[in-house]
């Protein structure tokens, strides 16, 4: 499978406890996405990075939230101090450089319950 | 901020009947793209359009990319119940570095077989 990865699917805890989840992008892609959603709504944009670097940060990324994709493939995502508005699907997307826009490729999530 | 409008939120149709669906914005875009979303799964890419005008089909699919950059419309023909899902709009600009997406709230199809 040459998709985008996402690890773990489901993810369950306690409000309080740091939760890291990881993506994988298709091989070639060097731009890679993080989007949140919620139930109801379409992706919201959380952060970019061209391939090590984090070019923007999108104001839903609290202090909390962390992003690093420390060689240019994979990357992770940290939440600290969950609390239960940090439930949601959080979706990895990936696209190739190039002349123009190319179009993201999205994994099928991490869904995130805080209790 | 950039906003999509999204329309019908929902859709209950028969078998065998098409769907239209459309998105406005209140920005201009340089890609519109439709994606499709089942249930605890990412959203999967349908069709981009990158030129105003721009007119693609893909199967029983077929989207335009409106002359003034702010809207988009997807048309399924013959739906048959696989059909069923969530359908986003997403509008891509290339301002800077950045090529982030915005997505509309989805629009919920359902096919009663």
């Known amino acids: 499978d040459t998709g985008v990865s996402q690890d773990p699917r489901h993810k369950i805890t306690k409000r309080g406890q740091n939760v890291t989840f990881r993506c994988d992008p298709i091989s070639e892609h060097n731009r890679l996405y993080w989007y949140r959603q919620t139930l109801g709504q379409g992706p919201e944009f959380l952060t970019y990075f061209q391939n090590e670097a984090q070019l923007e940060k999108s104001r839903l990324l609290s202090d909390r939230f962390s992003a690093e994709r420390p060689k240019g493939s994979f990357s992770t995502l940290e939440i600290q101090r969950t609390e239960q508005g940090d439930s949601a699907m959080y979706l990895c997307?990936?696209?190739?450089?190039?002349?123009?826009?190319?179009?993201?490729?999205f994994g099928n999530g991490t869904r995130l319950t805080v209790t | 901020g950039q906003q999509l409008n999204q329309s019908p939120q929902s859709m209950f149709i028969q078998e065998g009947e098409d769907v239209s669906m459309n998105c406005t914005s209140s920005s201009i875009f340089n890609t519109w793209l439709w994606y499709k979303q089942d249930p605890g799964e990412g959203p999967v890419l349908l069709i981009a359009l990158y030129k105003a005008g721009e007119l693609t089909s893909n199967g029983r699919l077929t989207a335009q990319f409106g002359i003034t950059r702010k809207d988009s419309f997807l048309n399924i023909s013959a739906s048959i119940p696989s059909d069923v899902g969530i359908y986003f709009c997403a509008g891509q600009s290339s301002g800077g570095s950045n090529y982030k997406l915005t997505f509309g709230k989805g629009t919920l199809l359902t096919v009663n077989p």
């Open positions: 997307a990936s696209s190739s450089t190039g002349r123009g826009l190319s179009p993201l490729h």
